[in-house]
């Protein structure tokens, strides 16, 4: 029976902070390793995460650019009006496109949009938005406990994880249930960290623990893998500061006034 | 082709998928001001909608609880002419986010510090829209009124001085050929009013009300069609996510509470059946979804 396990949001290509938080994760004795979803994007070199993910028996849940990337889309459902977003977004998508090999996208096209098994006696569902969208945006201060309650109720689950915002919290509902946002490692959190984070839940005495376990990597590394793929100098920035640059359109206000843009 | 020969016979019915997004008509169809574009026409004296009252607001809330609203819309008119207003919010944030559209006018100090306050109580967000059409004064005069460019960036600037971030919310009334220069302008204007990071939701106008008068309205074949939905993913209809309650029951959408056949009831419940796709407004949600929500709940099926 699964007691403790690690759940791993966004990882964006950043191939260094996955391995990271693999070691981590290993080191602190989990039963399994998830992964939420949303492999590529912003970072340098997509291809490097497969075979961390295969060697390490990670199963994934599809993200939407998962979605996208495996089924040849035009752009990453994120939904995106600003022009300047856009922009980003954009060039971005086409980098990962280009640079992520055939059989990483059909391995991406495939994966399942949910992922469920037990935890104690708890009955957990891993996505990548929302159980019900995967590109909808679950953020601490736009998500009622209400609405979460009634996801629990339609899909069936006492724990609904999610990642997609790249902001991690959680909460605990009525009637011992209960919503995580997993957070990224992908990138930063917009908090002027540098780390990135991932989640450990955990059964302990009978309820459920929920657990963010910041990762520091070489992000310094990762900064000049970046600019040596000539990738933007707003997402390196972003990598070395801790602060979001672009695609900040999304964030509700008291998201976006904790950061610098 | 003979324009009326374009006109569909049957119209594509939508179901509400869950109920998302609750708005509330709290000031009803009373403004401050009569913008040349309004889409339901609201005045200093349009009576047709009135206010609502902080025990009827509450009704709704309690009946969205149950249902899993996810988030709730003030607009109006001009919802801070609404005195319950303020009782409104507070109670609201309790339960999950707020956004409330307004023309940033009635915005005095005294209030935006009440607002700062609302905001701080809970976890969850208070968002203010802003609407401003122009980012000179007289882009935006020629449409909202003499003097209310002036007026509504004061407001702006007393939000920002108490901690938010207003989306300024802009209807489209320019050629695509000036996008850059408009959202430009806008960006730079809102800086030099002392809002340094600006937030900008651009909308596109909805030609009926006032709006149909300020332009041609629409072309007879501007109407949605069971064609037109095939592969189509029908959530970027607002009334497959949303309802508006007002002072006179539950109506499919904000857009078209001009229209008697959106009255859907008295309560959430029995406002939640089909809606048909009568009206040449939906050809605007069509083209362009998810139009009144903010871009936080975007959404659409991967």
């Known amino acids: ?261 | 082709m003979n324009k009326t020969e374009s006109v569909p016979k049957g119209n594509p019915e939508i179901y509400l998928d869950s109920l998302d997004n609750l708005w509330f008509q709290v000031a009803g169809t009373l403004c401050n001001i009569k913008c040349e574009h309004c889409f339901i026409s609201c005045s200093p004296v349009n009576h047709n909608f009135e206010f609502m009252k902080f025990e009827q607001v509450n009704g709704f809330l309690e009946e969205s609880v149950k249902r899993g609203v996810k988030e709730y819309y003030f607009t109006g008119g001009e919802p801070f002419m609404n005195k319950d207003i303020f009782r409104i919010l507070e109670r609201t944030i309790q339960l999950g986010p707020a956004t409330v559209l307004t023309n940033g006018m009635l915005v005095t100090p005294e209030k935006a510090e009440m607002l700062k306050g609302i905001s701080e109580s809970s976890i969850y967000s208070l968002e203010l829209r802003v609407s401003i059409d122009g980012y000179t004064e007289e882009m935006n005069d020629s449409i909202r009124g003499e003097g209310v460019f002036k007026k509504a960036m004061e407001g702006v600037k007393k939000l920002v001085d108490n901690n938010f971030l207003p989306i300024i919310t802009v209807t489209k009334t320019w050629e695509e050929s000036q996008d850059d220069e408009v959202l430009n302008g806008f960006i730079d204007t809102l800086k030099s009013h002392g809002y340094p990071r600006p937030r900008l939701k651009i909308l596109p106008s909805i030609k009926i009300g006032q709006e149909a008068v300020r332009t041609k309205g629409y072309d007879n074949y501007e109407y949605v069609t069971n064609e037109m939905l095939e592969d189509f993913d029908e959530n970027n209809f607002i009334c497959a996510n949303s309802r508006v309650a007002t002072a006179k029951g539950v109506y499919v959408c904000p857009i078209l509470i001009d229209s008697p056949d959106a009255n859907l009831g008295n309560t959430l419940e029995e406002a939640s059946t089909g809606y048909k796709l009568k009206h040449q407004a939906c050809y605007t949600c069509y083209l362009f979804g998810a139009i009144c929500s903010n871009y936080s709940s975007v959404g659409r099926d991967a």
Not at chain 1, 69 to 97: E, H, M, V, W
Not at chain 1, 133 to 139: G, K, S
């Open chain 1, 1 to 261: 029976m699964l007691k403790k396990i690690a759940l791993i949001g966004g990882v964006y290509s950043n191939h260094l902070a996955l391995q990271a938080t693999v070691d981590d994760a290993k080191k602190r004795g989990v039963d399994a390793i998830y992964c939420l979803g949303d492999l590529g994007a912003f970072g340098p070199n997509p291809d490097k995460i497969f075979p961390i993910l295969i060697d390490n028996k990670i199963p994934v849940v599809q993200g939407n650019y998962d979605n996208s990337i495996g089924n040849g889309l035009d752009d990453c459902q994120c939904g995106y009006t600003d022009p300047r977003d856009n922009y980003f977004a954009k060039l971005s998508y086409d980098y990962t496109f280009k640079k992520t090999n055939a059989v990483f996208k059909l391995w991406m096209k495939f994966l399942p949009k949910e992922i469920r098994f037990e935890l104690g006696n708890y009955k957990v569902l891993l996505c990548h938005g929302s159980p019900r969208r995967m590109n909808e945006f679950l953020w601490e201060t736009t998500t009622p406990t209400h609405f979460l309650g009634k996801l629990c109720a339609d899909y069936k689950a006492d724990v609904i994880c999610a990642t997609h915002t790249g902001i991690h919290w959680n909460r605990k509902l009525t009637g011992e249930k209960y919503f995580v946002n997993v957070g990224v490692i992908g990138r930063p959190e917009n908090d002027g960290n540098t780390f990135v984070g991932y989640t450990i839940l955990e059964i302990e005495n009978d309820s459920v623990k929920s657990e963010y376990i910041p990762v520091n990597y070489d992000h310094e590394l990762l900064a000049k893998e970046m600019k040596e793929e000539k990738l933007p100098e707003q997402f390196i920035e972003t990598i070395l500061t801790g602060w979001w640059t672009t695609c900040l359109e999304v964030l509700p206000m008291k998201e976006r006034i904790k950061g610098k843009y």
